[in-house]
């Protein structure tokens, strides 16, 4: 499934962030993918993002949610402007966010092509999530963060918990928890340019 380039405008004082004790922030603008996908069903989504990253937590890509938790899990992943720089940031949250980043070449220009995917051994789908930096010329994937916990429901033994079709919801978001500093930019928005939008499913 391919979907059409689109621009994000995220104001400030937006984002995607729960963190001990009491900080859970969902307030980006964000296009999901109007029909759920069955967990199950997941194999990949790609997306290649660049924006105008100025302020310090500027940042887009990739979004994924399972709802249907006790606790809304989610995972997003993308670029991140930190230290003056653009990095490829992931965030994996549970009960509470993490956080990791990986440096971009100075010759990426702020862009990338990330691939969220469902590790697999042999035919049998497994529990992780692997995020991949895509090389555009090459094709190339380099692995830079495993969660492992993504689709533990899916392979849980006992009815209990392996209870058959679990929704997870994917999408496209830009944020911007910082207020850009400087007069007049008090509500300058962040614009999030989303290309080579694809989601593809295990034919079952």
Known sequence: MTYQPVTIHAPPKTDLWRKPPNTDIDNVPIYLLSTPIDLHRFHTARVTVHGNWSTLYDQGGLAL??????????????????????????????????????????????????????????????????????????GEKLGIREITWWFRQDVAQGEEENDGYRCLLVGVYGARPTVPEGAGREKEELEVKIENFEVTLFDD
């Open 65 to 138: 949610f399972i709802p249907d938790e006790d606790i809304k899990k989610w995972v997003k992943t993308g670029i991140e402007f930190v230290n003056g720089k653009p990095f490829v940031s992931t965030v994996g949250t549970s009960r509470w966010s993490d956080w990791s980043l990986v440096q971009l070449p100075e010759s990426a220009g702020g862009k990338v092509t990330i691939q969220v995917e469902r590790e697999t051994k042999g035919d049998e789908r497994v529990e992780s999530l692997w995020i991949y930096i895509i090389n555009e010329e090459t």
